[in-house]
């Protein structure tokens, strides 16, 4: 019953930006925690950012580089990626915790398709 709808990926150069988006239907979107999560290939699925009504979070890699926002008029979440590293390279999830923020990446209720970031060096 919940979608997640991501757009905006893309390929960029080293050093260039970035904003994804994340439209979601069939929950209460105000109350519900938003993440990011990034996925490389052979690596395991990392955080990234999450926000819920009154708190934000990230990963320590991307701290001062991404910012994650949201609009609840709009039901949408958004990641804003500046200074784009080879290493940020991978497909970006979104997801949808119902109850509140979710402490295991198994937690989390609902993903979105994945977007592909590719940042060319």
């Known amino acids: 019953q919940v979608q997640l709808v991501e757009s905006g990926g893309g390929l960029v150069q080293a050093g260039g930006s970035l904003r994804l988006s994340c439209t979601a239907s069939?929950?209460?979107?105000?109350?519900?925690?938003m993440g990011w999560f990034r996925q490389a290939p052979g690596k395991e699925r990392e955080f990234v950012a999450a926000?819920?009504?009154?708190?934000?979070y990230y990963g320590d890699s991307v701290k001062g580089r991404f910012t994650i926002s949201r609009d609840n008029a709009k039901n949408t979440v958004y990641l804003q990626m500046n200074s784009l590293k080879p290493e940020d390279t991978a497909v970006y999830y979104c997801?949808?915790?119902?109850?509140?923020?979710?402490?295991?990446?198994?937690?989390?209720?609902?993903w979105g398709q994945g977007t592909q970031v590719t940042v060319s060096s």
């Open positions: 997801a949808a915790g119902v109850t509140g923020m979710p402490l295991r990446i198994g937690d989390w209720d609902s």
């Open positions: 926000i819920t009504r009154n708190s934000i």
């Open positions: 069939g929950l209460t979107f105000a109350g519900a925690a």
